[in-house]
């Protein structure tokens, strides 16, 4: 059974602090994407990466995928309140289209 | 981005019931879409695959007898949770998969809230 390992699962931190989210797996995987999911509400794609030790940049946001294509990590730099949410990693291992979801890791960010 | 849209977006039905489920790509066509159920403060499981023109491919534990799944377009499927329990009570997400040229992508519509008294 393929896994993805998200920590931490839930973050509480002050304004203006930096983060950052990991999501760890043994298997390879051929692209990533990270999520964004308010309540009641489906997720929306923030990033996909695809080739290994790819950084791309959104914002105040960095994404990272591993060398090896295994693992990634998602830092936000100075948090403001408006990025409270649940932040959630998925994977396509066979590029079926077919993702992996890692637990999530709810943020919350006070003013 | 692109749109992909579900209805209803909250249901409620009696134990027994049958309800129906719509996912629809709005601005894509989609071959593929997927179905997920997400309980409380939980990740997102996969359900199954629906494929327009074939019979959708179902995980491990998902009874394909009871979330009977329809591609019948390229733009829409549907799930139908048949003979719904209190246990059945959960957020239903699909995702269509864009594909165009090299890039591979997936949307997701906003979720069903079903509550099964």
């Known amino acids: 059974t393929q896994l993805l390992e998200q920590s931490p699962q839930f973050l509480s931190i002050q304004e203006g602090e930096n983060l950052t989210v990991y999501c760890n797996s043994s298997s390879v995987f051929s692209s990533l994407q990270w999520y964004r999911q308010e309540p009641g509400e489906g997720p929306v794609l923030l990033v996909t990466v695809v080739t290994g030790g790819e950084v791309k940049k959104l914002k105040r946001l960095t994404f990272q995928f591993g060398d090896a294509r295994k693992d990634s990590s998602l830092h936000i730099t100075a948090a403001q309140p408006g990025d409270t949410g649940l932040y959630l990693c998925a994977g396509d291992s066979s590029n079926t289209g077919k993702l992996i979801f890692g637990q999530g890791t709810t943020l919350q960010v006070k003013p | 981005g692109a749109v992909v849209s579900q209805h209803p977006s909250r249901v409620i039905c009696k134990s027994g019931t049958s309800v129906k489920i719509e996912c629809r790509s709005l601005d894509f066509q989609a071959t593929t879409m997927f179905w997920y159920r997400q309980f409380p403060k939980q990740s997102l499981m996969l359900m199954a695959t629906?494929?327009?023109?074939?019979?959708?491919?179902?995980e491990q534990g998902v009874e394909k007898d009871k979330f009977l799944i329809n591609h019948a377009s390229l733009t829409l499927s549907t799930l139908t949770v048949t003979s719904a329990h209190p246990e059945d009570s959960s957020f239903y997400i699909c995702s269509a998969r864009y594909s165009p040229k090299l890039t591979d992508t997936q949307y997701f519509g906003p979720g069903t809230r079903l509550t099964v008294l």
């Open positions: 629906s494929n327009e023109g074939s019979k959708a491919t179902y």
